[in-house]
């Protein structure tokens, strides 16, 4: 079965780090573009960052520039999401993607939904 598969969630204070992953099964990461998405209650989701297939290339949001890190490990066939000085306001969802290309830091042409991983920040 094709999937992508979260781990690393849960609480945090506010300040703190968390490290966000998501593990492909079942297929390779090597020619998809990674994008990094959130759900907040009552929101709709929104893209946080997107890294392009070649690793070239990563884009953020503005509201987490210098504080979210967008990385892969291809032989582990995991992406990440390094998340520093983490504020209440980025307490949602958060949902790994693999697609055709970033339109910025919005992954466009999804191909695949990871199936998302709670986040909360305490004040």
């Known amino acids: 079965q094709l999937q992508l598969v979260h781990s690393g969630g849960g609480l945090v204070q506010s300040g703190g780090s968390l490290r966000l992953s998501c593990a492909a099964s079942?297929?390779?990461?090597?020619?998809?573009?990674i994008g990094w998405f959130r759900q907040a209650p009552g929101k709709e989701r929104e893209g946080v960052s997107c890294i392009s297939s070649s690793d070239i290339t990563t884009y953020y949001k503005d509201s987490v520039k210098g504080r979210f890190t967008i990385s892969r490990d291809g032989a582990k066939f995991t992406v990440y999401l390094q998340m520093n000085n983490r504020k209440p306001e980025d307490s949602a969802v958060y949902y790994c993607?693999?697609?055709?290309?970033?339109?910025?830091?919005?992954?466009?042409?999804?191909?695949?939904w990871g199936q998302g991983t709670q986040v909360a920040v305490s004040s």
């Open positions: 079942g297929f390779t990461l090597d020619y998809y573009a």
């Open positions: 993607a693999a697609g055709g290309y970033c339109s910025d830091y919005v992954l466009s042409s999804i191909h695949f």
